[in-house]
């Protein structure tokens, strides 16, 4: 069974740059097969896709954010990260890890993950 | 960026009733439309890729369809469990974008 699994801190100062992993299980995040992706979601509001990574391909990032984000996969423990820099308030918001296949779909979502930025 | 807008914006049913929600994208897709399921404090649920496929395990009163930049989500009778948030994305080219949601509740 594929499961994801979003971790790091929930309270990230202004300025500084949010981290978190997505360690995956059932599956190779370097199979070849799946994009994985990074989507968050504000308090009571929509979905906004941050980006994704392929194991042989340079990630792509929303336009929006592609100045601050940084996806990174990595084999050797089957994880991938996100890492936005310079934060502010309007970051604050559930962050979720999730998997793309061939019909370029959301499938497999991880159970999300609230950061909040505050001093 | 290709933008989604999904009409309308809160729905009210009751149980039984035959409802639709429709999205519209500012350029064609072709049929690269997917439909998702959220309930409060989950994450989002895939319910049909591809305009109309619907995904493993998801329940045959969902269906959907379209083509190009208008698309449809259609539940033919609501059950209990159907009272949720629903959100269309598409898929055809990056950044993947979704509509702002529609979130339907119980008459």
């Known amino acids: 069974q594929v499961q994801l699994q979003e971790s790091g801190p929930g309270l990230v100062k202004p300025s500084q740059t949010l981290s978190l992993t997505c360690s995956v299980s059932?599956?190779?995040?370097?199979?070849?097969?799946?994009?994985w992706s990074w989507i968050r979601q504000p308090a009571g509001k929509g979905l906004e896709w941050i980006g994704r990574?392929?194991?042989?391909?340079?990630?792509t990032y929303n336009p929006s954010l592609k100045s601050r984000v940084t996806i990174l996969i990595g084999t050797s423990n089957n994880q991938f990260s996100l890492k936005l820099s310079s934060v502010t308030a309007a970051d604050t918001a559930i962050y979720y890890c999730?998997?793309?296949?061939?019909?370029?779909?959301?499938?497999?979502w991880g159970q999300g993950l609230l950061v909040t930025v505050s001093s | 960026d290709i933008q989604m807008t999904q009409s309308p914006s809160s729905l009210s049913a009751s149980i039984g009733d035959r409802v639709s929600i429709t999205c519209r994208a500012s350029?064609?897709?072709?049929?690269?439309l997917n439909w998702y399921q959220q309930k409060p404090g989950k994450a989002p649920n895939l319910l049909i890729h591809?305009?109309?496929s619907l995904q493993s395990g998801v329940p045959s009163r969902f269906s959907g369809s379209g083509f190009g930049t208008d698309f449809t989500l259609t539940i033919s009778s609501l059950q209990p469990e159907d009272f949720a948030t629903y959100y269309c994305?598409?898929?055809?080219?990056?950044?993947?974008?979704f509509g702002q949601g529609t979130n339907l509740e119980i008459k």
């Open positions: 999730a998997r793309s296949g061939a019909t370029t779909s959301y499938d497999f």
């Open positions: 059932g599956v190779s995040v370097s199979s070849g097969s799946y994009y």
């Open positions: 990574v392929y194991i042989s391909e340079s990630p």
């Open positions: 350029q064609s897709i072709s049929s690269y």
């Open positions: 591809s305009t109309s």
């Open positions: 994305q598409q898929s055809y080219n990056t950044p993947h974008s």
